[in-house]
């Protein structure tokens, strides 16, 4: 074991309410959903037809890469990493050209499923008889390390370089590896974070597992209800947050400005046993992983300011909910405030827990929990268990120290992250 | 189609795939597509496939293992089309 400490001194991200972090910053602390109705899905006679879809132009990433790199490349969840991470390479105040091999600095960045819309493109030609015509960039595209393979190309890093695959727990997930691998001394730096885009192909399998909203077709801003009542369903959403992560002495030898300190985390399975099933975590799982993340810090439970929860804005919140009271052993107005970021951006599945942790530094950096939107009618057990007081539906002004963020996958697996302001 | 015209048709398929346009202007016979124009060697199938598309002929892999100048290239594709007419 080691003492070494891991520090954040970069942010990046692109979400559907922002795709820079000063936009995302107003946006988080205005309430500002980035929810928006989509004819396409009405088309394609789906339940669910509204997204969160980030507001990206494709031209912008020739600032980003060359433009012989540029040409022929389609998978938007790898534009959208290559974004969020360069742009967390670069708020570190690193530049974006190097010419040497970077042996101490890695990346672990995480996706769920390679952009469908360039396999298809690729299952059609070879179906057609045409697969000479599909040429040197499908596979670069289609593969699941696409997205490190790129960012780590530009940035010549030469220390470990892992895609990671956790679903919906992979962003904190990818967080998670890169702290533990500075934390044992492996690394000085590690670019982290994850990407997604949910086209309509994945849209389509969650849709017709009943699990999206479908009762605010015609009110997209109210259609994500992470804890309330009236929640149907979560909202798909799409995007990419990325860090930079650096060992303490590291970043401070340099003058880096400091976001905070992952103190933190743990990533786990309840192994489908005990209620955990491929799609439902088991409570004992998630109450382990949290408790390990609260060991792994060397804090208190009672030292939680703000947990920023999964919260998908289904039945399980309640549950998720109570997972949380007993993981924390606190409960009513001794709960910490909580809030969900899927209220404002849906689900990116992947990219929903480094979106969320962008979210979680910011708020420690600036000392609010951002508001809860449509959260007019809390589920009865939550408001119960833990009161209104902890859920707030406006900007919350206060000092925020420590923060937990968890997310929890399919699969039953789970990440649990521990942040802190630096002292 | 003569040897000139192939030139300048092959400098349209070529610009995608280098950062250095001005060098694709003034491109010889003698222009190695690795070496100066500094292409990135997987990209020379995509070159193969544009020029299928751009001058409607087919390159067999044992003449596409020739196309690494300039030279070859429009020797390959001036013996296609050729055959076509």
């Known amino acids: 074991m080691s003492d070494r400490r891991v520090v954040i001194t970069g942010l990046g991200v692109v979400a559907p309410n922002g795709n820079n972090?000063?936009?995302?910053?107003?946006?988080?602390?205005?309430?500002?959903?980035?929810?928006?109705?989509?004819?396409?899905?009405?088309?394609?006679?789906?339940?669910?037809?509204?997204?969160?879809?980030?507001?990206?132009e494709w031209e912008d990433l020739r600032n980003y890469i060359s433009e012989t790199s540029l040409y022929g490349l389609k998978g938007k969840g790898i534009a959208f990493g290559i974004k969020a991470a360069l742009d967390a390479w670069t708020d570190a105040g690193n530049e974006i050209v190097s010419e040497q091999v970077l042996l101490d600095t890695g990346c672990v960045f995480g996706s769920s499923v390679a952009d469908t819309d360039v396999i298809k493109n690729a299952i059609y030609r070879v179906d057609a008889h045409e697969s000479k015509k599909l040429g040197s960039r499908v596979v670069e595209q289609i593969m699941n390390s696409g997205v490190t393979a790129y960012i780590s190309g530009r940035l010549g890093l030469g220390n470990k370089v892992i895609n990671n695959s956790a679903a919906c727990a992979t962003g904190t997930q990818s967080i998670i590896m890169g702290y533990e691998y500075i934390k044992y001394g492996m690394a000085k730096r590690m670019l982290v974070g994850s990407c997604e885009f949910v086209d309509r192909y994945v849209f389509g399998g969650f849709d017709s597992m009943r699990v999206l909203s479908r009762k605010y077709n015609d009110q997209a801003e109210r259609a994500s209800r992470p804890m309330s009542a009236s929640a149907g369903g979560f909202v798909p959403g799409s995007g990419a947050g990325a860090l930079m992560l650096e060992e303490m002495e590291y970043a401070l030898a340099r003058g880096a400005k400091i976001y905070g300190e992952v103190l933190g985390g743990s990533t786990n399975s309840g192994g489908q046993r005990n209620g955990g099933t491929m799609t439902a975590p088991s409570s004992e799982g998630v109450i382990r992983c949290i408790r390990e993340a609260i060991t792994d810090s060397g804090i208190s439970a009672d030292d939680i300011d703000l947990v920023c929860g999964h919260l998908t804005a289904t039945m399980a919140d309640k549950w998720e909910i109570q997972n949380w009271i007993q993981a924390l052993g606190r409960s009513g107005d001794n709960f910490p405030l909580v809030n969900s970021l899927k209220s404002m951006v849906g689900h990116s599945l992947s990219a929903a827990g480094s979106i969320e942790t962008v979210a979680a530094v910011l708020q420690l950096k600036y000392n609010f929990a951002h508001p809860?939107?449509?959260?007019?009618?809390?589920?009865?057990?939550?408001?119960?268990?833990?009161?209104?007081?902890?859920?707030?539906?406006?900007?919350?002004?206060?000092?925020?120290?420590?923060?937990?963020?968890?997310?929890?996958g399919f699969g039953d697996v789970n990440a649990c992250l521990i942040l802190s302001k630096f002292n | 189609?003569?040897?000139?015209?192939?030139?300048?048709?092959?400098?349209?398929?070529?610009?995608?795939?280098?950062?250095?346009?001005?060098?694709?202007?003034?491109?010889?016979?003698?222009t190695d597509l690795i070496?100066?124009?500094?292409?990135?060697?997987?990209?020379?199938?995509?070159?193969?496939?544009?020029?299928?598309?751009?001058?409607?002929?087919?390159?067999?892999?044992?003449?596409?293992?020739?196309?690494?100048?300039?030279?070859?290239?429009?020797?390959?594709?001036?013996e296609k089309l050729n055959k076509h007419a």
Do not use: W
């Not at chain 1, 833990?386 to 968890?406: M, R, S």
């Open chain 1, 21 to 56: 972090i000063p936009d995302f910053l107003q946006a988080i602390q205005n309430g500002v959903s980035g929810i928006k109705h989509y004819p396409e899905y009405e088309d394609l006679k789906f339940n669910c037809q509204v997204g969160g879809f980030p507001e990206f």
């Open chain 1, 372 to 408: 809860n939107l449509n959260l007019e009618d809390p589920m009865p057990e939550i408001l119960d268990a833990i009161g209104a007081n902890n859920l707030p539906v406006t900007k919350v002004n206060t000092q925020i120290d420590v923060i937990a963020k968890a997310n929890f």
């Open chain 2, 1 to 30: 189609m003569d040897r000139k015209e192939i030139l300048n048709e092959l400098k349209k398929v070529l610009t995608p795939y280098t950062e250095d346009k001005a060098m694709v202007d003034g491109i010889t016979e003698e």
């Open chain 2, 35 to 78: 070496k100066d124009l500094k292409i990135n060697s997987a990209n020379l199938v995509d070159i193969i496939i544009d020029a299928e598309a751009q001058y409607d002929i087919e390159i067999d892999f044992d003449a596409a293992e020739k196309m690494y100048n300039v030279g070859n290239c429009i020797d390959v594709i001036a």
